[in-house]
């Protein structure tokens, strides 16, 4: 497994680690009230399991499986990956300031824009590591 | 394909058609009764924590570097247990957050409190086990 796949995936255990402690407070809030503040936190729980933990393990598997070299060089651009996985975590920090700890609406957009370009980033340096088995 | 991956991946199959048959329920144009219509919770919890980790949570356990040859995917007790904590809570879960919504004078809270603390260690046993498989290719000692 390449070390950056390593670091994406560690980080995707992290946040499965965050989501679901936050998950854990809000699923016993709901049956033994603990404090109201904790459904300001539904937003995090949400954005670190979705983007932190389900699309950040994808993208750390398959920076490692997809083909590297088939037929010829795939040119993978690693930098690419690199900045991709960047982009991802700083999105999701903006997120979740802009939703739980309320940072505004324009951290929030920032956010969900600097995911996008992280799926951009991502999908640059994949595109040419998907072949055929005649390496089309 | 070790046993616990089988377990894990047929699970979250069951878990996949439970979620969809759920969602079904849910959009039928009749008035459903409360127990049913406090699933909503429910429906994403059995989709994305059933289906999505529970997959994911086999594969890794299947397909990740190995450790050792001797002991290749480290604990598989700690497999087990995480797997069998993962399903206990998210079953606790989608019978008691409507019955605790339905109910709330019955002082069943509690059982949501287990059902989180139960998943939650799923979690963190699921870490501690897939942790250390995140590394290069084992190329032997």
Redesign the interface.
């Known amino acids: 497994?390449p070390r950056l796949?390593?670091w994406i995936?560690?980080a995707a255990?992290i946040y499965?680690?965050l989501g679901?402690?936050f998950?854990?407070?809000l699923?016993?809030h709901?049956?033994?009230p603990l404090h109201p503040a904790l459904w300001g936190w539904l937003p995090a729980h949400i954005e670190f399991?979705?983007m932190g933990?389900?699309v950040q393990?994808t993208m750390g598997v398959a920076f490692w499986i997809l083909p590297r070299y088939w037929k010829h060089p795939r040119g993978t651009d690693e930098i690419y990956a690199q900045i991709a996985f960047v982009f991802l975590n700083l999105g999701i920090w903006l997120v979740v300031a802009g939703t739980t700890f309320r940072a505004g609406i324009w951290v929030l957009l920032a956010g969900r824009v600097v995911e996008v370009g992280a799926v951009v980033f991502f999908a640059l340096h994949a595109w040419k590591r998907i072949v055929s088995r005649e390496g089309a | 394909m070790p046993p616990l991956t089988r377990w894990y991946i047929k699970s979250a199959l069951v878990y996949l058609t439970a979620a969809l048959l759920l969602a079904v329920i849910l959009a039928l144009p009749i008035n459903l009764p409360l127990f049913i219509r406090y699933m909503n919770p429910a429906y994403f919890h059995l989709f994305?924590v059933g289906w999505?980790?529970q997959m994911?949570f086999g594969v890794i356990y299947w397909m990740?570097?190995i450790i050792t040859r001797a002991q290749p995917r480290g604990n598989e007790q700690l497999g087990w247990a995480s797997y069998a904590l993962l399903n206990v809570g998210l079953l606790l879960?989608a019978i008691?957050?409507p019955l605790?919504s339905t109910r709330p004078e019955a002082g069943?809270?509690?059982?949501?409190?287990v059902?989180?603390?139960l998943?939650?260690l799923a979690?963190?046993l699921f870490?501690v086990l897939?942790?250390p498989r995140?590394?290069?290719?084992y190329r032997g000692e």
Do not use: D, H, N, Y
Request: glycine share 8%; hydrophobic share 65%.
């Open positions: 497994m796949s390593q995936i560690r255990f499965l680690l679901f402690t998950g854990a407070l699923l016993t709901k049956g033994m399991l979705l933990w389900i393990l | 994305l999505v980790t994911i990740f570097p879960r008691g957050e605790v069943l809270g509690w059982l949501l409190a059902s989180a603390l998943q939650w979690a963190v870490v897939a942790w995140v590394k290069e290719k």
